[in-house]
């Protein structure tokens, strides 16, 4: 019998850091009344050793040759990626319920092409089969297992020298090591860091699923964000079936790159040409909208941003906005009372970025004034029209990055106009032809263009 040592920690959900003495506030992220209270026991000499890697010079290390990647056949994920899946890299793939991860996740592992182990405590195998035949996967090289102890399943990767192993989802499976429930913070980080060892050891990649809400509600998969390599996650807004797969952390590839997919009985189908699915229900002949070209990572994306302006009827005003942020909102509409003499302080304004995806780039701010401006005033901005621009206090509007595409992929769609920076347009090397460069310096000689 091995000997149990019993020990209480303050364990905090949010960031996954043990304290031996509680606190309101968590002394490693800041957050209040995350710590909570765990009682630990420890079986001695059932945890996996931990290999000693000897030091080693970086001139040797050079030499050998890079980091092999293994492509999941699916482009937009071998994009957000850097180029697939990293040999002996730790994944995370977070979403919430019934997004879509446990279908992805299939898809990647018939794509990889390469001995995959399954573990999925949370589905029985019937059914994963099911889904397999109805994404039409083959399934060779794919083995599933429902094991729910952690230390098994680093038994079957060895046994069966699994290449990717995915396990879903991390809320239900546990170590045989602590007492506490599968799910708990606990249990969450200790599995973690023992798939991290297996990782590094055996030169596996493990992909760990993760069920996570939006507002981070289920706070356990959060803190393995400091422990894998990649942290992804797959987002969507239940009212359309486009999903969006984007890294929030990636060590070895950039973070601003998206995966774009419509979400059908086929699975997960990659969406080649985002901007036609963003417009396709795409609003015309009404004020208050407008077309904005969006960039995610290299990609442009064109977007339908909509604005509601109407009469407050309670005391404050409200100011609702979705996929913008509200603070440069609340700007962008002082700059509209301040500059161009628009009442808004006593009306209510709802702006929507049509689709669900979120834009943070400053570049979205003319389009946002101009729809809030065309709603406002009850005018209409041309159909053909996009527009780009970051917006300044002073009502200026600043130059963008890589115009070029942005340009590009509106004259593709068939606009006939962008009303763009004056200093991005002369900095412009090429000459479009068959879309009209509206350079402007401005807020109000933008209006004047469109309106
Ligand atoms: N037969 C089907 N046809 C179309 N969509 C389906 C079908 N079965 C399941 N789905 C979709 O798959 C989603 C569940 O996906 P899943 O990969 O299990 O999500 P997660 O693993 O993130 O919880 C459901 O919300 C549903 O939209
Ligand atoms: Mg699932």
């Given at each position: 019998?091995?000997?149990?040592?019993?020990?209480?920690?303050?364990?905090?959900?949010?960031?996954?850091?043990?304290?031996?003495?509680?606190?309101?506030?968590?002394?490693?992220?800041?957050?209040?009344?995350?710590?909570?209270?765990?009682?630990?026991?420890?079986?001695?000499?059932?945890?996996?050793?931990?290999?000693?890697?000897?030091?080693?010079?970086?001139?040797?290390?050079?030499?050998?040759?890079?980091?092999?990647?293994?492509?999941?056949?699916?482009?937009?994920?071998?994009?957000?990626?850097?180029?697939?899946?990293?040999?002996?890299?730790?994944?995370?793939?977070?979403?919430?319920?019934?997004?879509?991860?446990?279908?992805?996740?299939?898809?990647?592992?018939?794509?990889?092409?390469?001995?995959?182990?399954?573990?999925?405590?949370?589905?029985?195998?019937?059914?994963?089969?099911?889904?397999?035949?109805?994404?039409?996967?083959?399934?060779?090289?794919?083995?599933?297992?429902?094991?729910?102890?952690?230390?098994?399943?680093?038994?079957?990767?060895?046994?069966?020298?699994?290449?990717?192993?995915?396990?879903?989802?991390?809320?239900?499976?546990?170590?045989?090591?602590?007492?506490?429930?599968?799910?708990?913070?606990?249990?969450?980080?200790?599995?973690?860091?023992?798939?991290?060892?297996?990782?590094?050891?055996?030169?596996?990649?493990?992909?760990?699923?993760?069920?996570?809400?939006?507002?981070?509600?289920?706070?356990?998969?959060?803190?393995?964000?400091?422990?894998?390599?990649?942290?992804?996650?797959?987002?969507?807004?239940?009212?359309?079936?486009?999903?969006?797969?984007?890294?929030?952390?990636?060590?070895?590839?950039?973070?601003?790159?998206?995966?774009?997919?419509?979400?059908?009985?086929?699975?997960?189908?990659?969406?080649?040409?985002?901007?036609?699915?963003?417009?396709?229900?795409?609003?015309?002949?009404?004020?208050?909208?407008?077309?904005?070209?969006?960039?995610?990572?290299?990609?442009?994306?064109?977007?339908?941003?909509?604005?509601?302006?109407?009469?407050?009827?309670?005391?404050?005003?409200?100011?609702?906005?979705?996929?913008?942020?509200?603070?440069?909102?609340?700007?962008?509409?002082?700059?509209?009372?301040?500059?161009?003499?628009?009442?808004?302080?006593?009306?209510?304004?709802?702006?929507?970025?049509?689709?669900?995806?979120?834009?943070?780039?400053?570049?979205?701010?003319?389009?946002?004034?101009?729809?809030?401006?065309?709603?406002?005033?009850?005018?209409?901005?041309?159909?053909?029209?996009?527009?780009?621009?970051?917006?300044?206090?002073?009502?200026?509007?600043?130059?963008?990055?890589?115009?070029?595409?942005?340009?590009?992929?509106?004259?593709?769609?068939?606009?006939?106009?962008?009303?763009?920076?004056?200093?991005?347009?002369?900095?412009?090397?090429?000459?479009?032809?068959?879309?009209?460069?509206?350079?402007?310096?401005?807020?109000?000689?933008?209006?004047e263009i469109v309106f």
């Amino acid at each position: 019998m091995a000997k149990t040592t019993t020990k209480i920690v303050y364990l905090c959900s949010q960031c996954g850091a043990d304290f031996a003495k509680w606190n309101g506030q968590c002394p490693a992220c800041h957050e209040w009344g995350t710590l909570s209270e765990f009682k630990t026991s420890t079986k001695a000499g059932k945890r996996l050793s931990v290999d000693k890697r000897p030091s080693a010079g970086l001139s040797d290390l050079l030499k050998t040759p890079p980091l092999t990647r293994i492509s999941t056949k699916i482009g937009e994920v071998d994009r957000v990626l850097g180029g697939g899946l990293l040999r002996g890299s730790l994944i995370l793939l977070g979403g919430s319920p019934g997004i879509g991860k446990s279908t992805l996740a299939l898809q990647i592992a018939a794509g990889a092409g390469r001995p995959v182990l399954y573990i999925s405590a949370e589905e029985s195998e019937e059914q994963i089969a099911l889904r397999a035949r109805r994404l039409g996967i083959e399934g060779a090289g794919l083995q599933l297992s429902g094991e729910n102890r952690i230390e098994t399943v680093l038994e079957e990767i060895s046994l069966l020298k699994s290449e990717l192993v995915f396990i879903d989802s991390i809320q239900t499976v546990y170590s045989a090591v602590l007492d506490s429930l599968p799910g708990s913070v606990s249990q969450i980080r200790e599995c973690g860091q023992q798939l991290l060892q297996v990782c590094k050891q055996r030169n596996v990649t493990v992909i760990i699923i993760g069920h996570v809400t939006k507002e981070g509600v289920i706070a356990g998969p959060k803190m393995l964000e400091h422990m894998v390599d990649t942290v992804l996650y797959l987002d969507g807004d239940d009212r359309y079936d486009q999903r969006i797969l984007r890294s929030a952390k990636n060590r070895f590839g950039t973070t601003n790159e998206v995966g774009i997919f419509r979400m059908d009985a086929g699975g997960m189908l990659p969406v080649e040409n985002p901007s036609e699915l963003f417009l396709s229900e795409r609003t015309s002949g009404i004020s208050g909208t407008t077309i904005y070209p969006a960039l995610e990572g290299s990609r442009p994306i064109l977007l339908e941003i909509q604005a509601l302006v109407s009469a407050a009827n309670f005391g404050t005003p409200q100011r609702n906005v979705n996929g913008f942020d509200l603070r440069r909102l609340a700007m962008l509409l002082a700059v509209l009372e301040r500059r161009q003499g628009l009442v808004l302080g006593t009306r209510d304004v709802f702006v929507n970025l049509v689709g669900g995806l979120k834009v943070n780039d400053p570049a979205a701010d003319l389009a946002v004034i101009g729809a809030v401006a065309s709603a406002t005033l009850d005018k209409i901005i041309p159909a053909n029209t996009v527009l780009v621009g970051e917006v300044g206090l002073a009502g200026e509007v600043r130059s963008v990055s890589q115009l070029e595409k942005r340009v590009s992929e509106a004259k593709a769609l068939g606009f006939k106009q962008i009303v763009a920076p004056a200093g991005s347009v002369k900095r412009l090397n090429f000459k479009p032809t068959g879309i009209r460069l509206q350079g402007v310096k401005t807020v109000r000689e933008a209006f004047e263009i469109v309106f």
